[in-house]
């Protein structure tokens, strides 16, 4: 009950799924084969570090704004200011209370690309991808979304 509320058994699960991505973890033990449904060891068996890759776009310490955790003895971060769009690099796939969603992952070349001219101001285009590609929003209510700066 350290970390979740829930307990860590949550915790658990979840680093496994973002660990079998092997985009932001660096794993040690057995972490089971998503192509083949075998499943993981037990948390007590794996061992995981954040990569090279997510120590140098996810976690800033100049940058992240820490909060008190749900019990107040430790620290977390309240947001993840990310320098690279994750969701799409990654996909995603999960249920809540009467909402489903599923996004398949993107290209990794085509998001770099598209990193770039959002950095260049070229926003308004790849904001317009975006809501019709991956949200499936009509031409009429994307056109009501943009918002220039």
């Known amino acids: 009950m350290k970390y979740h509320p829930h307990g860590d058994a949550s915790i658990g699960d979840a680093l496994i799924q973002i660990g079998q ?9 057995n972490w089971g084969n998503i192509y083949t449904g075998d499943a993981a ?5 794996i061992e995981a570090r954040l990569s090279k890759f997510a120590l140098d776009v996810i976690y800033n310490p100049k940058t992240t704004v820490w909060q ?12 993840l200011p990310v320098k690279f769009p994750l969701l799409l690099a990654s996909g995603i796939e999960g249920i809540a209370v009467g909402l489903a ?11 770099i690309q598209g990193s770039i001219d959002v950095l ?16 499936q929003i009509s031409e009429i209510t994307m056109k009501a979304c943009v918002v220039e700066e």
Do not use: W
């Open 101 to 111: 969603c599923k996004i398949l992952p993107h290209n990794f070349c085509e998001l």
């Open 68 to 79: 008190l955790s749900y019990d107040g003895r430790n620290k977390e971060p309240v947001t």
């Open 41 to 45: 060891a037990a948390s007590r068996y």
């Open 21 to 29: 991505r092997d985009l932001l973890i660096d794993m040690q033990g």
């Open 120 to 135: 260049r101001n070229k926003k308004q285009i790849y904001f317009l991808i975006l809501l019709q590609e991956v949200l």
